[in-house]
């Protein structure tokens, strides 16, 4: 069955940066994207962006730009993410997610896929 | 960028109807997804693509879009079904293309 695997609880300071790690099993890899969606204390869902596990190209949305890198490795089917210059603000569960259509294309302007897998969510809390 | 505006919080009693509305403009010709989270755990997909539902989910669940507001309607709910929920669409003319609602919490009176 799909699972995506996400590493564990991480506590960081202000100005550092973390890694989160979300692996894929139960599919084959190359074949979905991986989005990452992020949902601070008492507050909804944000998209962050994405990457194509096949080519490794990468969107993010404008907010995070500069500050957000997704990465994957194929060999052990694994997406990360990082996050650097760290500030309060970050604190939250970091989740990544599945689409549901693996011929959907995200650059095509009229990407529609839903989320059908998540990961179990990653807290990452930001305080000095 | 583009917005999606739900109520926070819809209360209905048990076996009665329950309508989170999911407003943007024309919303009704994106195609919007629905998702339903409980405290402490991730997300769950409950309708996609307007109307299809993944295996699990019950025929209760159902939803309509059109003009400016699409909208979940759970029929005879029931206490598992409090949570909140959540609309999300794309939208590619902003530079922040995946878009949530703020989301809603359905409380089973």
């Known amino acids: 069955q799909v699972q995506l695997v996400q590493s564990g609880a991480e506590v960081k300071k202000p100005g550092a940066s973390v890694k989160v790690s979300c692996k894929a099993a139960g599919y084959t890899f190359t074949n979905y994207y991986i989005h990452w969606v992020r949902q601070a204390p008492g507050q909804g869902l944000e998209w962050m962006g994405m990457?194509?596990?096949?080519?490794?190209?990468?969107s993010y949305a404008q907010k995070f730009q500069g500050r957000f890198t997704v990465t994957r490795d194929t060999s052990t089917t694994t997406v990360y993410m990082e996050m650097y210059s760290l500030k309060s603000e970050d604190t939250a569960v970091y989740y990544c997610a599945r689409p549901d259509s693996d011929s959907d294309d995200f650059w095509s302007g009229s990407y529609s896929a839903a989320f059908d897998y998540w990961g179990q969510g990653t807290l990452v809390t930001v305080s000095s | 960028s583009y917005v999606l505006t739900q109520p926070p919080s819809v209360s209905v009693a048990p076996g009665q109807t329950a309508r989170i509305p999911c407003g943007g403009n024309k919303i009704g010709s994106k195609r919007v997804h629905w998702y339903k989270q409980k405290p402490g755990q991730a997300p769950v997909l409950v309708v996609n693509d307007d109307s299809d539902r993944p295996s699990g989910i019950p025929e209760r669940l159902s939803v309509s879009n059109s003009g400016n507001t699409a909208t979940l309607t759970i029929s005879g709910v029931e206490a598992g079904d409090e949570a909140d929920y959540y609309c999300q669409v794309w939208d590619f003319s902003s530079d922040h293309p995946g878009v949530f609602g703020g989301g809603t919490k359905l409380t089973v009176l």
């Open positions: 990457i194509n596990t096949n080519d490794g190209i990468t």
